[in-house]
């Protein structure tokens, strides 16, 4: 095997041990505070759900509401982003629920934050309406493993080309 392709072949080999090792987003213990607390049992749902950072934060935060199981619309949009603060409003969410669970994800320093609070309204109504058909989930084709298994085996298909050109050149002297 020539040198240029032993060189090839192991960077190759190290792209590929760099793409599968590396973690997707360095992660901090989370918030330090919530309010409402994860857990906390309340009278009314609360107009908005405040998680605290030990570090500065940054757009774009993103947030999502599940009520008994069933997603919520946030009629204010996106969280608000404030130094170490995500604000995720609740103002103008007609749903009403006995077990909330508030979600997010957010840019920081140490990587990106992402976690979950939940809280109840025991004297809410159950929210059993039927979940809307039609609503569609994000697809994103990175999100789904096959097409990592496909650089994966690209990477392994170059590797043995490279190292049976080497035998050919060998056999050929």
């Known amino acids: 095997m020539s040198a240029a392709r032993r060189r090839l072949l192991i ?9 599968l090792g590396a973690p997707v987003a360095a992660t901090s213990e989370g918030p330090v505070s919530v309010d409402p607390a994860d857990g906390a049992e309340l009278d009314e749902a609360p107009a908005a759900v405040t998680f605290t ?84 989930e994000d697809e994103s084709v990175w999100g789904t493993p096959w097409p990592w298994a496909g650089v994966v085996a690209l990477v392994l298909v170059l590797a043995v080309v490279l190292a049976r050109g080497g035998r050919r050149e060998r056999n050929a002297r």
């Open 11 to 19: 960077l190759s080999f190290a792209a590929t041990v760099l793409l």
């Open 53 to 136: 950072f030990d570090e500065p934060v940054s757009d774009p935060a993103y947030a999502s509401v599940i009520v008994d199981g069933h997603p919520v619309t946030l009629p204010a949009g996106d969280p608000i982003v404030d130094g170490g603060r995500v604000v995720v409003d609740l103002s103008g969410v007609e749903t009403a629920g006995r077990d909330w669970l508030v979600a997010y994800r957010v840019p920081a320093q140490s990587g990106v934050l992402d976690g979950s609070t939940r809280f109840s309204v025991p004297t809410a109504e159950v929210n059993d309406e039927p979940i809307a058909q039609g609503v569609q």
